[in-house]
């Protein structure tokens, strides 16, 4: 079931609620394919790459699978063990 050609990474906001929310779920999901989930904080990110923020500032949290969205808001649980399991 273990997958490690999937990499799965939050991105997020400093004092996000929804966000800490959202990393506590990925990291349960995850636990049960083998990968740890990676966050990234859109303002930190935004030194060297402001489209970061600018694309996905006004909804986080976003889910990013292998580097594509994947869920916003709220941890797309069923999509996301499903597309896991591939």
Same mark, same amino acid.
């Given at each position: 079931?273990?997958?490690?050609?999937?990499?799965?990474? +939050?991105?997020?906001?400093? @004092?996000?609620?929804?966000?800490?929310?959202? %990393?506590d779920q990925l990291r349960a999901i995850c636990a $049960?394919?083998?990968?740890?989930?990676?966050?990234?904080?859109?303002?930190?990110?935004?030194?060297?790459?402001?489209? +970061?923020?600018?694309?996905? @500032?006004?909804?986080?949290?976003?889910?990013? %699978?292998?580097?594509?969205?994947?869920?916003?808001? $709220?941890?797309d649980e069923a999509r996301l063990r499903a597309d896991l399991s591939r």
């Amino acid at each position: 079931m273990t997958n490690p050609t999937h990499s799965v990474t +939050l991105l997020t906001r400093s @004092g996000c609620g929804m966000c800490a929310t959202a %990393l506590d779920q990925l990291r349960a999901i995850c636990a $049960d394919f083998g990968i740890e989930p990676a966050t990234l904080d859109v303002d930190e990110a935004a030194a060297t790459d402001p489209g +970061l923020r600018a694309e996905f @500032g006004d909804r986080l949290p976003v889910v990013l %699978l292998n580097g594509r969205e994947h869920s916003y808001f $709220d941890v797309d649980e069923a999509r996301l063990r499903a597309d896991l399991s591939r």
